[in-house]
């Protein structure tokens, strides 16, 4: 075998996992399996004494002495580091980084920059959790007012005076560009609470792409219908304001309960002009939905 394959052979385990594949994460199955190994191979002294010694005739050439065997190996650990974390080799874990998202410890609170709004959302709760933070993250499409924003924010007992947020990076940038990312912070405080924190943070939407925080207003700041009044409205009038601003619309029937209300899918031939609008809603780009009812409910809370 020659001297630069030997050097493979003890380096290829390397090869086996990465930070971002199943199991490569920082106290993983297989990171513990490959750092069982390679320490394995490390007390195998036979195997050592016979690559440094070389009783053959042999020489390393300029390339490939002892000291870069050496510098070989170090890398080796460093590579080792990267894939096992500090769980296994010693020290505080205070950053992570994937495809998706990259987060670190600054000055009590973990900083999360989005580096991917589209990637499996599996990502962002993975790099929260190997940090020790109980913290899942989804990124949703979201209508143009909320992109950016934290849509829904629950569970845990987090102190009341430790802000969590969002903000976009530089201030008021597009999150078109390219430099523009999408950052949340959490309080370093809630680590190690048994409670799970849930975020939904706000992203833009793909083309026809439905959005999911379709129980906010469209007529909110930023939103296609922003100011126009809707609420107690007859369905002829809103789908004339609709029609004004050049969308269309879907509807959904408003179902009042004892404590509140349900909604349900209703086609468009079912709905009478003199019907009741309750609230609109984002949908996707283009289009809005109209929550109706036959009649006005005393039961529902108007905007008017």
């Not at 994460?25 to 007390?43: V, Y």
């Not at 959302?121 to 499409?141: C, D, T, W, Y």
């Not at 976009?168 to 560009?177: F, G, I, M, V």
């Amino acid at each position: 075998m020659r001297d630069i394959d030997e050097i493979n052979e003890l380096l290829r385990p390397l090869a086996r996992i990465s930070p971002d594949e199943p199991g490569g994460r920082a106290g993983g199955a297989r990171a513990q399996a490959l750092f069982a190994d390679i320490i394995a191979q490390e007390r195998d002294t036979t195997t050592a004494a016979a690559l440094l010694r070389r009783p053959r005739g042999r020489r390393f050439g300029p390339r490939f002495g002892h000291r870069a065997l050496l510098g070989l190996a170090a890398s080796a650990v460093l590579a080792l580091g990267v894939v096992l974390g500090p769980s296994l080799l010693g020290g505080a874990a205070t950053s992570y980084a994937n495809s998706a998202v990259e987060i670190h410890e600054e000055a009590g609170t973990y900083v999360a920059r989005i580096k991917d709004p589209y990637a499996d959302q599996r990502k962002f709760s993975e790099a929260f959790r190997s940090l020790g933070l109980n913290v899942e993250l989804r990124v949703i499409p979201v209508s143009p007012s909320a992109v950016g924003e934290i849509v829904s924010l629950g569970g845990g007992n987090t102190p009341v005076n430790v802000p969590i947020g969002a903000r976009k990076e530089p201030a008021d940038c597009d999150l078109a560009d390219s430099g523009c990312f999408m950052v949340v912070t959490v309080p370093a405080a809630i680590k190690g609470t048994p409670d799970v924190v849930h975020f939904e943070l706000g992203r833009p939407a793909k083309p026809g792409e439905s959005y999911e925080n379709n129980w906010q207003s469209a007529t909110r700041p930023g939103e296609p219908l922003a100011g126009v009044k809707v609420s107690g409205r007859t369905v002829d009038d809103v789908l004339a304001e609709v029609g004004k601003h050049g969308l269309t619309a879907e509807f959904r029937r408003v179902v009042v309960h004892e404590g509140g209300y349900t909604v349900e899918p209703l086609a468009a031939d079912q709905v009478g002009g003199d019907w009741i609008v309750f609230k609109v809603i984002p949908a996707r780009a283009g289009v809005v939905g109209l929550e109706v009812t036959a009649e006005r409910q005393t039961g529902l809370e108007y905007a008017d």
